[in-house]
Each structure stands twice: as structure tokens, then as C-alpha cells.
């Protein structure tokens, strides 16, 4: 039981002996910074069951938490709040039971199920862009943070391999590409395919402006221009299956993937399962002929298949065309189901898809539950902003997208830059310098979008991210580094168990409390699908401990035993920053 949870029993007890009043609930905060204590007992609220004084009602509380809690050192009352001092041997005992425990806070058991977490998602038309890295960051990281609280996960994504926008490359490729591979073009293969979409929109509105110049309405040339038709013919064709055109989407989706696969490799995310469009695109119409028989759905005049929602505060949708074709929300629908076939142990899910997408998850969580899938009461829309740069909006048509390769190349250069100016790499080989320049340009980009809510909408700068100080990746990993570097001077050998009745530092005393948290914030990120919880966490730890360091001499220490726990205390803080690290996927160097 933690000590919050205790206090409340006794709280609840003391009430009840002072008062004969069973108190439903009792609110805590953490004590202000200007009056003593470490943890507030509330009193107001209490005064709807309690009547009296509420200064007496606290401190009478406090004198009976002082007699009967052992961890209770002290007590005072401010107005209506008891500040509690919890005893220096409760924290030295907690330590104790925690320095020597291999990645603390992380729930090791697994509890009984599974979450499919569903990320990237991407289109084979084009690479990778800033876009599809929060998409990628977020998914990953919450995987992570899901495995910590003690859930089985599987990371998932669903490649949107067919389709109008895949036609529209192979045929600019067939057109103006004149045989040109990835091998000899020297570019990845999702660069390649991407160069050719460009193409294709280039070439489409040449020959729009060509038939309003010849005097076709606008809007009638958009629909008619012959290159467009050419890629309605070709996605016919692959719908048929045509030898030519299946031989040629298989050529160039393989060198889109092997791109994706070295950007995915770079960014550090990986995947337990693989889903195609071009493979779940037909289910879900069996799903809908069920559901006509359920009543679920309802069929119009023309053969079209919908549902209500009308009564939960939406709309009619479409599920089925009248020419009996699925729309997006169809394939969603089996696709949710064909997951659970293929790993029965899942009992949630999330998909991490843009705000712009909102509407859609709502729908399509409504409609499984109202097909009676009782999984489908734990399906979650990890919804997020756009990513924003200085420059402005991104559009893929016009080739003036930010892509992901670059922006990592960038990353390191700006890491390069700054760390160069800092002067500090003395003695470090090529290799390492370049290994550092990578971890430190990872870290900056990852950091500074995950530190953001998921639903808040980013502005990001990579040169305000590499700022080696404030809430940064850098800055959080410097502090890892010179907590190594302490720990590879301690020449003594460290205490296997501390003295509990030693007397702490306060500085001492509030970095137990901030490792404390740990736990508690895997659990409430892992709630909330948040890992801005973890990554302001790690810098609130990282702020107190070099509060500490400035304060509190720890090498220079001439008593041993003291010397001895803020060398282990240190040792900790490292491992919490590392593995706080590890669930928002961010290395940590060992020396800066």
C-alpha cells in the first residue's frame, strides 16, 4: 500500500473517532513550497460532513496521525490545510527497497489481454514526412509506456499500398521515368516513387490549364484531363488484376518499402504486425450483411447500406455502395475485427491518426459496439495536432513537404553545430563524435514533440530544440552524462544497505520524493495516452537533481556514509532519467 493510501485509511479512521463520521473520500496535495511538510491533507471539503472549525478539524486530525502513523514526523495547520512532514527513515527505507531494483516503476507481470496499438500508416505514393514522425513518436511511445504499466501490446500499422494516389506515381513513372530504379538514381525508393507523384500533379495541371485555355470549364477540365483518366484506367486494371500493371505496383511498392524501412530504422520504431490495404480492402461487407440481419444497418431505396446515429448525436453513414463497392469505413470495420482473429488475446486498441480524422473514430467505435463486440468498448482515437515549421503548411502534391530523412539529417547537423560551439568533445574519436551527434539530434526532435499534449498543435524549431538548456532533450541528456561522470570518480565501493537514521539534506529529501513519482506517472501517462507526462516528469526530476548538485557537495563530501548515499542517489536519478528515456524512445550518452 503507498503512503498516500495509508494516510487515507487513517485519515478516514481518525475522522471516524473524533467525529463518529464516515468520510467518503480524502483530497491530498502536494505541501506548498513556503510552509513545512511534504504532503497536504485538505480540510475544507470535509467540513459538509465535519461541522467545527476547520484549523481545530486539522490539527486534532494531525495529532492523531502523529500518535498512529508511524511514517508522521510532524504536523501544522494553515487555515484549512494540514501539512504533513513525513519521517527522514520513511524515505531512506523507501530507497533502500528501490536503488538496486532493475528499471523501477515498470510493472513486470503483464496483465491478462492485449492492446494493439496501431501507428504510421502510411501511403506508398510518397516518403515519409514531419507529419508521419509525431504519428510515429507518439505510437511508439505509448506502446512503450502501455508495456511499462504492465499490458501486453503489439504495435501495428495498416500500409495504404492501392488506390488512385498509388496509380498516379506508376504511371508518371511509365511515362517519364525512362527505367529509372533506385539503384540508378542513387535515391531511396521512397524518394523515388515521391518524385514521380510530383510529376504526375505537375503534368495533370499542365494539361488543366491547356483545356480551360481551349475553353473547357474548370471544373469539367479537372475531371477530363487525359492523364488523369490514364490513372483511372490503371487502377481499374489492378482491380482486375491485370498482369502488367499487379507486376509493376509490386516493383515500385518494394522500393517504397525498403525506404520506409531505413527511415523506420533511423527514427527507432519498430512493428510486431503488418497490415495492406490491398489485403483488408474487401472485408467488412460480410460484417455489413450481418448486420442488415441484426438491424444494425439499413438498406435505402438505391441498395445503399447505412446506419443511423442520429439518436447518439451524429449522423446517417454509408457502409456499403449501392453498387455494393466498401467505403474506408467498411474496411475499418473488418480490419478491427480481422485483428482480434489474428491475436484473440486483444481486448483494446488504439489508433494514433490526426485530429482531422475525429469524426471518423467516433463512428467507427460506435458502430462495432453496436455490433456487439465487446472489445470495442476499449478502443481509443489517440488523436494529435499538426506539426507546423516556421516556414508554414506542408503539401505532398507540390513536393513541398518536410520529409523525415532530411529533417533527422538536420537534426544532427544542428547537433553538430552546437556542440561544436560548446567546445566539449576533446578527446572523442570521428565515430564517436558522429554516434554523439545522432543521439543528441534524435533526442532533441523526439523530446520536443512528445513533451507537447498529443492533441496540441506543434510549431516546431530544430535549433530552439537543440538548446542545451530548459525543457529539452539535450538538456535532460547532459544531466544523464554528468551523473555518469560522477559515478565513474566514486573510487569506493558503495553501501550494499544505508543507515535509516542518517540525517537527510532537504535537496536530498525532495529528489526521493520526485523518484517516487515514477511509478505513478507510468500508470497515469499509460491512462491518458500522454507521453508529455513522462517527458516533463524526467525534466522535473532532472531540475531537482541539479538543484541538488548545486547545493549539496557529493564527491567533496568528507562523511563517508553521506558521501556514500549521494553517489547512489545519483546512480538512481540516472537510471529513472534512462528509463523514463527509454519509454518516449530517446538514447542517452554516457558522456557529453
Request: net charge negative.
Amino acid at each position: 500500500m503507498s503512503l498516500q493510501n495509508d494516510l487515507t485509511q487513517k485519515v478516514i479512521e481518525a475522522v471516524k473517532q473524533l467525529y463518529q463520521v464516515d468520510l467518503p473520500a480524502v483530497e491530498f496535495q502536494p505541501t506548498r513550497k513556503d510552509f513545512e511538510g511534504d504532503i497536504t491533507v485538505v480540510v475544507f471539503p470535509m467540513l459538509r460532513f465535519v461541522k467545527g472549525n476547520p484549523v481545530q478539524i486539522g490539527t486534532q486530525i494531525g495529532e492523531y496521525l502523529q500518535q498512529h502513523v508511524e511514517e508522521v514526523a510532524k504536523c501544522n495547520v494553515v487555515q484549512g490545510f494540514l501539512n504533513i512532514v513525513i519521517s527522514e527513515r520513511y524515505y531512506l527505507n523507501f530507497f533502500n527497497s528501490i536503488k538496486d531494483e532493475v528499471d523501477f516503476g515498470y510493472v513486470k507481470i503483464p496483465s491478462k489481454g492485449a492492446t494493439m496499438v496501431e501507428y504510421s500508416s502510411p501511403n506508398t505514393n510518397k516518403p515519409l514526412h514531419l507529419g508521419h514522425i509525431r504519428n510515429n513518436l507518439l505510437g511508439y511511445s505509448v506502446a512503450e509506456i502501455l508495456k511499462a504499466s504492465g499490458k501486453k501490446v503489439y504495435k501495428a500499422q495498416i500500409i495504404n499500398d492501392r488506390g488512385i494516389h498509388i496509380c498516379k506515381s506508376m504511371l508518371a513513372w511509365q511515362k517519364f521515368g525512362e527505367g529509372e530504379t533506385p539503384e540508378s538514381s542513387g535515391m531511396k525508393g521512397d524518394h523515388l516513387v515521391g518524385k514521380y507523384y510530383v510529376a504526375f500533379d505537375k503534368a495533370y495541371k499542365e494539361q488543366i490549364a491547356e483545356l480551360v485555355a481551349s475553353g473547357t470549364p474548370k471544373d469539367k477540365a479537372e475531371k477530363e484531363a487525359p492523364i488523369l483518366l490514364e490513372a483511372q484506367e490503371m487502377l481499374r486494371k489492378w482491380e482486375a488484376g491485370d498482369a502488367e500493371v499487379v507486376s509493376l505496383w509490386k516493383t515500385m511498392n518494394g522500393w517504397v518499402y525498403e525506404g520506409f524501412d531505413t527511415t523506420y530504422k533511423n527514427l527507432g520504431v519498430d512493428f510486431d504486425k503488418l497490415y495492406y490495404e490491398s489485403d483488408t480492402y474487401l472485408l467488412g461487407r460480410d460484417v455489413v450483411k450481418d448486420g442488415l440481419e441484426k438491424g444494425v444497418f439499413f438498406k435505402k431505396e438505391d441498395g445503399s447500406v447505412w446506419i443511423d446515429l442520429t439518436e447518439d448525436g451524429l449522423d446517417e453513414k454509408i457502409v456499403l455502395r449501392s453498387d455494393g463497392t466498401a467505403v474506408y469505413m467498411t474496411q475499418d470495420i473488418g480490419t478491427a475485427i480481422q485483428r482480434v482473429t489474428d491475436f484473440p488475446d486483444i481486448n483494446g486498441m488504439v489508433y494514433t491518426v490526426g485530429n482531422e480524422q475525429d469524426y471518423h473514430f467516433k463512428v467507427l467505435f460506435l458502430i462495432l459496439k453496436k455490433l456487439g463486440y465487446n472489445w470495442a468498448e476499449k478502443l481509443y482515437h489517440l488523436s494529435y495536432g499538426m506539426v507546423d515549421l516556421p516556414s508554414g503548411k506542408m503539401k505532398s502534391r507540390e513536393g513541398t513537404v518536410v520529409d523525415a530523412d532530411d529533417l533527422i539529417q538536420n537534426m544532427e547537423e544542428t547537433a553538430e553545430t552546437i556542440s561544436k560551439e560548446l567546445g566539449k568533445l576533446d578527446g572523442y574519436s570521428e565515430e564517436e563524435k558522429q554516434k554523439l551527434y545522432r543521439t543528441i539530434g534524435l533526442g532533441a526532435l523526439k523530446y520536443y514533440i512528445l513533451k507537447v499534449d498529443p492533441k496540441k498543435r506543434i510549431l516546431f524549431n530544430p535549433e530552439e530544440s537543440v538548446d542545451f538548456q530548459g525543457n529539452t532533450g539535450p538538456f535532460i541528456q547532459y544531466t544523464y552524462a554528468r551523473i555518469q561522470s560522477i559515478l565513474r570518480k566514486a573510487d569506493f565501493d558503495v553501501l550494499t544497505v544505508l543507515n535509516v537514521t542518517m540525517e537527510l539534506h532537504e535537496k536530498e529529501k525532495e529528489l526521493l520524493k520526485q523518484i517516487q513519482l515514477f511509478p505513478e506517472t507510468i500508470q497515469l501517462a499509460a491512462e491518458n495516452y500522454s507521453p508529455a507526462l513522462i517527458a516533463n516528469y524526467t525534466y522535473d526530476l532532472v531540475k531537482e537533481f541539479n538543484s541538488f548538485y548545486q547545493q549539496v557537495s557529493i564527491l567533496g563530501e568528507t562523511d563517508e556514509q553521506k558521501k556514500n548515499f549521494r553517489v547512489q542517489l545519483s546512480k538512481k536519478v540516472g537510471e529513472v532519467i534512462q528509463s523514463a528515456f527509454r519509454l518516449l524512445g530517446i538514447e542517452v550518452p554516457e558522456r557529453m
